[in-house]
T-cell receptor, first 113, second 112 residues
Framework: EAGVAQSPRYKIIEKRQSVAFWCNPI?????LYWYQQILGQGPKLLIQ????????DSQLPKDRFSAERLKGVDSTLKIQPAKLEDSAVYLC???????????FGPGTRLTVT | KQEVTQIPAALSVPEGENLVLNCSFT??????LQWFRQDPGKGLTSLLL?????REQTSGRLNASLDKSSGRSTLYIAASQPGDSATYLC???????????FGTGTQLKVEL
């Protein structure tokens, strides 16, 4: 079974530029999560989708971050404009409907200079 | 608000030693607890998930225990190997949406 796929793996941008990350969850997993992990900290949830609907985006900085999951499968997370403090690893995870265990992708390491 | 704490923050042991990593959480109303491993520059690998009805879960040389009433979980690693060197994170689901609240991790180094 293929795992959670993410791209790109690394991205370096200047502040005020925009960037987008892509995630393809495990086939059949209805729930998709985006987490932000700042160096030395545990991951923090940004947004959770159930199929193509948003379940929780309470910690998403909506003035600059946006995410979508149009067909209930893959998802994109966008930052516009980026700030220095957005430098982090962005992790995507998925889980089957009603199943609790989450499976994580390899992450995208973003550096904002 | 759920808070998850992991002690110690870093640990260095010689190869072959048995070791225990600790995780504590403030809100005991959880339905499971998950332990993850994270290698440098990589994503998270799920190691063990313990349901709230379980006391222990084992996988190979790993054994995780859960005591909901005291808000604690431990991850026991037997006969440690250099390949076990990584950061170990525990996490509990928070809120009805199943979002995970993570600890800050224990960075383990197993030396030859």
């Amino acid at each position: 079974e293929a795992g959670v796929a993410q791209s790109p793996r690394y991205k370096i941008i200047e502040k005020r530029q925009s960037v987008a990350f892509w995630c393809n969850p495990i086939s059949g997993h209805a729930t998709l999560y985006w987490y932000q992990q700042i160096l030395g900290q545990g991951p923090k949830l940004l947004i959770q989708f159930q199929n193509n609907g948003v379940v929780d985006d309470s910690q998403l900085p909506k003035d600059r971050f946006s995410a979508e999951r149009l067909k209930g499968v893959d998802s994109t997370l966008k930052i516009q404009p980026a700030k220095l403090e957005d430098s982090a690893v962005y992790l995507c995870a998925s889980s089957p409907l009603w199943e609790r265990e989450q499976y994580f992708g390899p992450g995208t390491r973003l550096t904002v200079t | 608000k759920q808070e998850v704490t992991q002690i110690p923050a870093a640990l260095s042991v010689p190869e072959g030693e048995n070791l225990v990593l600790n995780c504590s959480f403030t809100d005991s109303a959880i339905y499971n607890l998950q332990w993850f491993r994270q290698d440098p520059g990589k994503g998270l690998t799920s190691l063990l998930l313990i349901q709230s009805s379980q006391r222990e879960q084992t996988s190979g040389r790993l054994n995780a225990s859960l005591d909901k009433s005291s808000g604690r979980s431990t991850l026991y690693i037997a006969a440690s190997q250099p390949g076990d060197s990584a950061t170990y994170l525990c996490a509990v689901p928070t809120g009805g949406g199943n979002k995970l609240t993570f600890g800050t991790g224990t960075q383990l180094k197993v030396e030859l």
